[in-house]
């Protein structure tokens, strides 16, 4: 297996077991303590569970054997190509669309019915059998959602998005992608918001996406009967990573009802590689999601999906007024910018530390994953039942917008324990789904509406549970509990500006969400138009824009975005777009050492097979020397996948003779052969029965090896190879002498490579000065 993070000394992709001991820190992700060492493999937390990770394979392997299955395609099977990349996408859409309204739909019945009779419980004043009911059905939801989660998909746990991002940069870890993990998402996702935790759906409908299109793109299945030979194009990294990166887009799409804003989000923060031809087919695919989701609201419109009509934040615009405002209002704004960006980072502070409190007590067993997720449940019910309590009753107001008191049902004025005539304001905003406290606190028209005291303690509420309860073991997003954070002090912004500003304190709301998102999301073009598309006001895009810059550059300053940061402490090996300062005083050949492992372009069947179970890596050059050339020299590189394939169908010659082959391969193997298998299957070379017979004989690797691989030539700075290799999506890049004379290769570049980690350990006298760092977070080279 290929380990991303510990390259073996010879340049290929595993670590040499010599040097385990030397390199066991760097194979550990830093949610792990140190006592627990996997030093044979790379290592990352993948959901809520330690798993072996891999590089994707996205460059084309183009040896004989491609070139003649190319020129062998037709008319037919380039129209069926190119037929099938636009029906897989309107098919992702579709799908999406479908799963992100049924888990609104399901979410705002099961929290409603909770909801309602609950407050038919404490309308008769039954407030101990009231809060029994909620805590216990919290407490049943939350326990159902971990239970899943723990024993059936450990994967499906948190946002999936660091995850998602990971892949699309190169990374893949088993079970990310798979059905199982799928079904656990959606349902395990229902059943946690149900539980009202302070979390999200739009993360977990990013990585719902994500599968959806990877199991799209698999070809079906062998193992149930289910393929088709349309698909057999897909059966590829580069194709999957398009269609990955097409879900992912559709996913916010779909959570937020914002096809734009879902495209820009997987440009601008998903993916690592982009081109014109995907942005017109995930344009497509949100277009088809947006289409779907506005069919389908207008039927919920009509009363015939239960307690799901107004509520849920894809099915109401949050602001729609005229907005006015003057110079005299910009000074209020750039403070919530600065107030974003300062939270922001501090936010992710904290939450980074409770990550790793959390896994400390995740590592000893399914259990304890199971006992905390409970835990936080209870804690959630007691504070969100306990807190309306301490604020005092308010009169409904006599110009309200809507029936006042509310009673069993959403809306801005809950009655929770109030006597006739009056509402708790507390109640409104801590007694209610997600969605319909957004809803509450960017509503126009009630600037009077909410206490000084109820926003503050919202406020300290919505910070404290969000970052508690997305550790768990559930499948859990961040955006909307740092929208409804934002949009709480954002509010107390505007409460305390008062009558000196233009601006509402709905819209007050809205900037805050928007610093929130910028200070700890770090996104910008991609969150305006989100926030855009759900306010349905093009008015407040200047607005908008400097919050959100002035946000980010603020949050610059202390850390890096929250993606990013659970990215590393997963342990990842994300490859970022910046080369980091001292990168440009190394070579290539300062990170790469030998011996390599080394194959002849005709090579004994017994030296394969004692490579592959000796090492795990997964690229080897290949080498021509005497008789077929004078000297030695580079012929390619050949994967260990295709290794075994040779292996598998036995292709052996009897005599190292190349011309004893001739047409032979093309007419033994099929382009099927060598395709991508489907999520989590891979073959071993401990499963390939060799004879000893069979181990004395050759395999001509000539027509296998991709003749044409990525090298770099040993004097190349680490940052220009960086560049190449992030750009170009490699998994190994060949490293060639200067002078002729030498080994005709020095060593592989791998991703380990290019780890700050890998390069710190071995050039430990290097340095950062304080204005280097300063320019990588503001990423101005």
Same mark, same amino acid.
């Given at each position: 297996?290929?380990?991303?993070?510990?390259?073996?000394?010879?340049?290929?992709?595993?670590?040499?077991?010599?040097?385990?001991?030397?390199?066991?820190?760097?194979?550990l992700p830093l949610l792990r303590p140190p006592r627990?060492?996997?030093?044979?493999?790379?290592?990352?937390?993948?959901?809520?569970?330690v798993c072996p990770i891999e590089s994707l394979d996205?460059?084309?392997?183009?040896?004989?054997?491609?070139?003649?299955?190319?020129?062998?395609?037709?008319?037919?099977?380039?129209?069926?190509?190119?037929?099938?990349?636009?029906?897989?996408?309107?098919?992702?859409?579709?799908?999406? !669309?479908?799963?992100?309204?049924?888990?609104?739909?399901?979410?705002?019945?099961?929290?409603?019915?909770?909801?309602?009779?609950?407050?038919?419980?404490?309308?008769?004043?039954?407030?101990?059998?009231?809060?029994?009911?909620?805590?216990?059905?919290?407490? =049943?939801?939350?326990?159902?959602?971990?239970?899943?989660?723990?024993?059936?998909?450990?994967?499906?746990?948190?946002?999936?998005?660091?995850?998602?991002?990971?892949?699309?940069? !190169?990374?893949?870890?088993?079970?990310?992608?798979?059905?199982?993990?799928?079904?656990?998402?959606?349902?395990?996702?229902?059943?946690?918001?149900?539980?009202?935790?302070?979390?999200?759906?739009?993360?977990?409908?990013?990585?719902?996406?994500?599968?959806?299109?990877?199991?799209?793109?698999?070809?079906?299945? &062998?193992?149930?009967?289910?393929?088709?030979?349309?698909?057999?194009?897909?059966?590829?990294?580069?194709?999957?990573?398009?269609?990955?990166?097409?879900?992912?887009?559709? !996913?916010?799409?779909?959570?937020?009802?914002?096809?734009?804003?879902?495209?820009?989000?997987?440009?601008?923060?998903?993916?690592?590689?982009?081109?014109?031809?995907?942005?017109?087919?995930?344009?497509?695919?949100?277009?088809?999601?947006?289409?779907?989701?506005?069919?389908?609201?207008?039927?919920?419109?009509?009363?015939?999906?239960?307690?799901?009509? &107004?509520?849920?934040?894809?099915?109401?615009?949050?602001?729609?007024?005229?907005?006015?405002?003057?110079?005299?209002?910009?000074?209020?704004?750039?403070?919530?910018?600065?107030?974003?960006?300062?939270?922001?980072?501090?936010?992710?502070?904290?939450?980074?530390?409770?990550?790793?409190?959390?896994?400390?007590?995740?590592?000893?067993?399914?259990?304890? $994953?199971?006992?905390?997720?409970?835990?936080?449940?209870?804690?959630?019910?007691?504070?969100?039942?306990?807190?309306?309590?301490?604020?005092?009753?308010?009169?409904?107001?006599?110009?309200?917008?809507?029936?006042?008191?509310?009673?069993?049902?959403?809306?801005?004025?809950?009655?929770?324990?109030?006597?006739?005539?009056?509402?708790?304001?507390?109640?409104?905003?801590?007694?209610?789904?997600?969605?319909?406290?957004?809803?509450?606190?960017?509503?126009? !028209?009630?600037?009077?509406?909410?206490?000084?005291?109820?926003?503050?303690?919202?406020?300290?509420?919505?910070?404290?549970?969000?970052?508690?309860?997305?550790?768990?073991?559930?499948?859990?997003?961040?955006?909307?509990?740092?929208? =409804?954070?934002?949009?709480?002090?954002?509010?107390?912004?505007?409460?305390?500006?008062?009558?000196?500003?233009?601006?509402?304190?709905?819209?007050?709301?809205?900037?805050?969400?928007?610093?929130?998102?910028?200070?700890?999301?770090?996104?910008?073009?991609?969150?305006?138009?989100?926030?855009?598309?759900?306010?349905?006001?093009?008015?407040?895009?200047?607005?908008?824009?400097?919050?959100?810059?002035?946000?980010?550059?603020?949050?610059?300053?202390?850390?890096?975005?929250?993606?990013?940061?659970?990215?590393?402490?997963?342990?990842?090996?994300?490859?970022?777009?910046?080369?980091?300062?001292?990168?440009?005083?190394?070579? =290539?050949?300062?990170?790469?050492?030998?011996?390599?492992?080394?194959?002849?372009?005709?090579?004994?069947?017994?030296?394969?097979?004692?490579?592959?179970?000796?090492?795990?890596?997964?690229?080897?050059?290949?080498?021509?020397?005497?008789?077929?050339?004078?000297?030695?020299?580079?012929?390619?590189?050949?994967?260990?996948?295709?290794?075994?394939?040779?292996?598998? &169908?036995?292709?052996?010659?009897?005599?190292?003779?190349?011309?004893?082959?001739?047409?032979?391969?093309?007419?033994?193997?099929?382009?099927?052969?060598?395709? $991508?298998?489907?999520?989590?299957?891979?073959?071993?070379?401990?499963?390939?029965?060799?004879?000893?017979?069979?181990?004395?004989?050759?395999?001509?690797?000539?027509?296998?090896?991709?003749?044409?691989?990525?090298?770099?030539?040993?004097?190349?700075?680490?940052?220009?190879?960086?560049?190449?290799?992030?750009?170009?999506?490699?998994?190994?890049?060949? =490293?060639?002498? $200067?002078?002729?004379?030498?080994?005709?290769?020095?060593?592989?570049?791998?991703?380990?490579?290019?780890?700050?980690?890998?390069?710190?350990?071995?050039?430990?006298?290097?340095?950062?000065?304080?204005?280097?760092?300063?320019?990588?977070?503001?990423?101005?080279?």
């Amino acid at each position: 297996m290929f380990a991303a993070i510990t390259q073996a000394p010879n340049g290929a992709a595993e670590p040499d077991q010599d040097h385990d001991n030397d390199q066991e820190s760097l194979t550990l992700p830093l949610l792990r303590p140190p006592r627990s060492i996997n030093s044979t493999s790379q290592v990352a937390i993948v959901g809520a569970n330690v798993c072996p990770i891999e590089s994707l394979d996205y460059e084309i392997a183009e040896n004989d054997f491609f070139k003649q299955d190319w020129r062998t395609r037709g008319k037919n099977q380039i129209f069926q190509y190119i037929f099938m990349k636009w029906s897989l996408c309107f098919l992702i859409g579709l799908i999406v !669309g479908l799963i992100g309204f049924f888990n609104n739909l399901a979410v705002e019945n099961i929290a409603g019915i909770k909801f309602v009779i609950t407050s038919n419980m404490m309308l008769y004043r039954k407030f101990g059998l009231a809060f029994t009911v909620f805590s216990v059905s919290n407490f =049943v939801l939350t326990l159902f959602a971990a239970i899943i989660t723990a024993y059936i998909a450990p994967a499906a746990a948190g946002s999936g998005i660091p995850e998602v991002k990971a892949y699309l940069n !190169g990374v893949d870890a088993p079970g990310i992608l798979s059905l199982r993990t799928l079904i656990v998402k959606i349902v395990g996702s229902i059943s946690a918001v149900s539980a009202s935790l302070l979390i999200g759906k739009a993360g977990p409908m990013v990585h719902t996406g994500a599968c959806i299109a990877s199991l799209l793109g698999q070809g079906g299945s &062998k193992k149930y009967g289910l393929t088709w030979k349309w698909l057999r194009f897909f059966k590829n990294d580069r194709d999957r990573r398009d269609l990955v990166t097409c879900g992912s887009a559709a !996913g916010i799409a779909a959570a937020f009802r914002a096809p734009v804003g879902g495209l820009l989000f997987a440009l601008e923060e998903m993916a690592s590689w982009w081109r014109s031809a995907l942005l017109w087919r995930a344009f497509f695919t949100t277009a088809v999601v947006a289409i779907l989701l506005r069919a389908l609201i207008d039927v919920c419109l009509s009363g015939k999906c239960g307690l799901f009509g &107004k509520g849920g934040l894809i099915m109401f615009d949050v602001y729609s007024a005229n907005v006015s405002y003057h110079l005299v209002d910009v000074p209020p704004v750039l403070a919530l910018g600065v107030i974003g960006g300062i939270l922001g980072s501090f936010y992710n502070f904290i939450l980074q530390k409770v990550l790793r409190i959390y896994n400390l007590i995740n590592e000893k067993g399914i259990a304890y $994953k199971i006992f905390l997720a409970c835990l936080i449940s209870v804690f959630t019910s007691c504070l969100l039942f306990g807190l309306p309590w301490l604020v005092s009753c308010r009169p409904c107001p006599a110009d309200a917008s809507e029936e006042c008191p509310t009673i069993g049902r959403s809306g801005n004025y809950k009655k929770f324990q109030c006597p006739p005539g009056h509402y708790n304001d507390l109640a409104s905003l801590i007694f209610n789904t997600n969605d319909d406290a957004i809803r509450n606190l960017f509503s126009k !028209g009630t600037d009077l509406e909410f206490q000084y005291l109820t926003i503050i303690i919202f406020f300290v509420t919505c910070f404290i549970l969000s970052i508690l309860s997305y550790g768990i073991v559930v499948p859990a997003g961040l955006f909307v509990p740092v929208i =409804v954070t934002g949009a709480t002090y954002g509010r107390l912004v505007g409460m305390l500006v008062g009558s000196h500003s233009n601006l509402n304190h709905g819209l007050y709301a809205v900037l805050g969400a928007a610093s929130f998102l910028g200070g700890s999301m770090r996104m910008t073009v991609s969150l305006c138009v989100i926030i855009l598309e759900l306010t349905n006001n093009l008015l407040l895009l200047p607005l908008i824009m400097l919050v959100l810059l002035v946000s980010k550059t603020v949050a610059d300053v202390f850390n890096s975005n929250i993606y990013d940061l659970i990215m590393k402490a997963k342990g990842f090996p994300y490859l970022e777009t910046h080369a980091e300062p001292y990168m440009r005083q190394l070579t =290539v050949a300062d990170v790469v050492t030998g011996p390599l492992r080394l194959f002849n372009g005709i090579e004994k069947v017994g030296n394969i097979v004692h490579v592959l179970k000796t090492t795990r890596h997964n690229g080897f050059p290949v080498i021509d020397e005497h008789p077929l050339s004078s000297s030695p020299v580079l012929y390619g590189l050949i994967r260990r996948d295709h290794l075994l394939t040779l292996l598998k &169908k036995k292709a052996f010659l009897s005599a190292p003779e190349p011309e004893a082959t001739g047409m032979d391969a093309f007419r033994q193997f099929s382009a099927g052969d060598f395709a $991508k298998r489907g999520s989590g299957y891979f073959d071993n070379i401990e499963d390939i029965d060799i004879s000893s017979e069979e181990m004395e004989m050759f395999l001509d690797l000539h027509p296998f090896t991709n003749a044409s691989p990525y090298t770099v030539v040993e004097t190349m700075s680490l940052a220009k190879a960086l560049t190449l290799f992030r750009e170009v999506g490699l998994r190994h890049l060949l =490293v060639i002498p $200067k002078l002729s004379g030498r080994s005709p290769v020095v060593g592989i570049l791998t991703r380990h490579d290019f780890m700050p980690e890998h390069i710190l350990d071995l050039h430990p006298t290097l340095t950062q000065s304080r204005w280097k760092r300063l320019r990588i977070r503001f990423r101005l080279f």
